[in-house]
Structure formats: structure tokens, C-alpha cells
């Protein structure tokens, strides 16, 4: 899959294409939806399909303030390729861009530099100034200057399947209901880092401590089964191991920091410190507790382990 940063970074010569656009973040079912949609009509004109996404989210420009980020952009990418994107045009999402009407946006990224046969979209899809266009204006636009425009109804299990909605599952620590709309664990990823020691030295667990991506979509505070993986493998050496997860300030210790710690099941001989990770959460084991001695939290991390081991192992 090809990579190109801005209009500018289309290459000159780039044909027709079909093109899919949105925001993309999460790259849930609702999205491969649209995506799948978009390689259908691929295949029928026998041309590329073109995925276009923002970075950073739109809202980070139009309110100030982002959503936690549920696929960083490199992994959205790497999504979007996955299931069918031969390019992706990532578009910085600035008050200029989000200043242009909706004809202008149609004609200079669309027309201008994509050449759109046609153009795949989610029903709910707005784009322009303040909004101002929605599906029906993209398909009158398409009339004139030479594409198609579909409106892909909005996937639902009962209700719709959103970004917003899979967040909101994520911050209750629903991390199998938000799998299940994401079509894959939640994932975060980060630099493993020092931390207090207390695992490896005081509870007998020794957790590597994730220095999150910033704005990293984080589930609840509790205890997940989940698993620990290297972003990049090394050959010859695991790169994958089942995990119990912390998420929370570690009440127990007093802490006010949130962290993110992974146990790799029955393995104390791991050194990962200041290599780049991710985790992938599969189940909640507990909600966050705090405990009225050591070796009471001892004697429930032990009781968290074995439930992991059965989840992933049942998994």
C-alpha cells in the first residue's frame, strides 16, 4: 500500500481511482464497511481505490479538543491497507482545509488530484465548511464534474457502530463488546519504560510499563487478559506473549499517575525495557481495587493470573 502525505504527495501522474473518505479512526466494522464498498467499485471499473483520512481528527481543530484516539495513524494505515486501500491519502486537517466550501473541498481533492471515478462514503458523511455538504450535495457535485457518490448505510448491531460508541465501551472497560464492534481487540501501543520496581521486587509480577502514544483511547481502570506483542519482531525470538493487564493509579501504593502495566504470564526473564510494544486487550477480569495489605493485592494478582491463563487459554 502507497503512502501519500497531503495533496502534494500524489503522484502527478496518478489516474482515475475510486475513493473512499473519512475519518477512519478505529477502522471498525462500520468502516470496513465502507472500505469494501468502495473495493467492489474498484473492481467493477477496474481501477484503485483510494482511501482519504485526517490527521489530527477534525474535532482536535473545530472545538479544540480530540477524542482519545482509538488507531494511531500509523496502525490506521496499516489498517486501511488490510482491508483493500492500494493508497491512502492522508490529508492534514487544518482550519484552511476546514475553511474550503464543499465544492472547492470536492473539486481540488477529489477532481483536481484523485481524478474520483467514484466516491464511497459513510450515509452520515459531511465535509465543508461548517458541514455544509452531506451525501446529496456529493452526488450532485459528482453529476458535474464526472463521478459517482454512494452513501454506505451505517453498519449496526441494534444500534449504530461508531467510533464514539466503541470510546464509550472502552472507558466502561467493555473491551470484548468494543472488540466485537472493532472486529479485533482494542489495541495500544507504546515504549516500554522504568517504573516503581514493585512488581518485580515486592509482588513477585513484574509488569512492563507502557509509555502510551499521547491521546491513546485507554479502557477503564481494572484488571484485562489480554496480550503483549512487539511492534517490531525479532527473528529467531518470541514476540507475543499472553499477558495480565493493569490499568488504573495502583490505589494500594497511593498512586495518582494512571499507568498501563502488562504481565507476561510466567515469565520473569523478559528484558523489554525501552522497546516499542503493544497490547491487545481481550477481557476485563475486575474492576480497580484497593487493598487493605500486600498481601492481600498478592493474593488477588495471583487469582487475576489464573483467570487470564483460562480466558487466553479458552481463546
Known amino acids: 500500500m502507497r503512502r501519500w502525505d497531503g ?53 482536535a481543530v473545530l472545538t479544540g479538543t480530540a477524542p482519545p484516539v ?42 483536481d488530484r484523485l481524478h474520483a471515478a467514484a466516491v464511497v462514503v459513510g450515509e452520515d458523511f459531511r465535509f465543508g465548511h461548517r458541514a455544509a455538504g452531506d451525501v446529496a450535495a456529493l452526488a450532485g457535485f459528482g453529476a ?6 454512494d452513501g454506505i448505510a451505517l453498519v449496526a448491531d441494534g444500534d449504530a457502530i461508531t467510533s464514539t460508541r466503541v470510546r464509550a465501551l472502552l472507558s466502561e472497560g467493555a473491551v470484548a463488546e468494543a472488540a466485537d464492534l472493532l472486529g479485533r481487540p482494542h489495541r495500544v501501543e507504546g515504549e516500554i519504560v522504568h517504573g516503581a520496581a514493585r512488581g518485580r521486587e515486592l509482588l513477585g509480577f513484574p509488569t512492563a510499563n507502557m509509555d502510551l502514544l499521547p491521546g491513546t483511547a485507554v479502557p477503564g481502570d481494572g484488571v484485562y487478559a489480554g496480550w503483549l506483542s512487539r511492534v517490531a519482531p525479532v527473528a529467531g525470538h518470541e514476540s507475543r506473549w499472553p499477558a495480565a493487564i493493569s490499568v488504573g493509579t495502583n490505589p494500594t501504593f497511593d498512586g495518582a499517575e494512571r499507568t498501563v502495566e502488562a504481565y507476561a504470564l510466567d515469565r520473569d ?19 480497580q481495587e484497593r487493598f487493605d495489605s500486600i498481601d492481600e493485592l498478592i493474593v488477588a494478582m495471583r487469582r487475576d493470573v489464573d483467570l487470564c491463563r483460562d480466558v487466553l487459554g479458552a481463546a
Open 7 to 59: 495533496l502534494e504527495g500524489i503522484p502527478s501522474g496518478q489516474g482515475r481511482s475510486v475513493v473512499a473518505v473519512g475519518v477512519f479512526d478505529g477502522v471498525h466494522r462500520g468502516h470496513r464497511a465502507i472500505l469494501e464498498a468502495a473495493v467492489g467499485r474498484g473492481r467493477e471499473l477496474g481501477l484503485p481505490v483510494v482511501a482519504v483520512t485526517f490527521d489530527p481528527h477534525p474535532r
Open 70 to 111: 482509538l488507531t494511531p495513524l500509523e496502525r490506521r494505515l496499516e489498517l486501511l491497507g488490510e482491508y483493500g486501500a492500494d493508497a491512502v491519502c492522508v490529508l492534514a486537517f487544518t482550519k484552511d482545509l476546514s475553511s474550503l466550501t464543499p465544492e472547492e473541498f470536492v473539486r481540488r481533492v477529489l477532481v
Open 144 to 149: 458535474g464534474y464526472g463521478f459517482t457518490a
Open 269 to 287: 526473564d523478559l528484558e523489554l525495557y525501552g522497546v516499542r510494544m503493544t497490547v491487545d486487550f481481550t477481557a476485563r477480569i475486575r474492576g
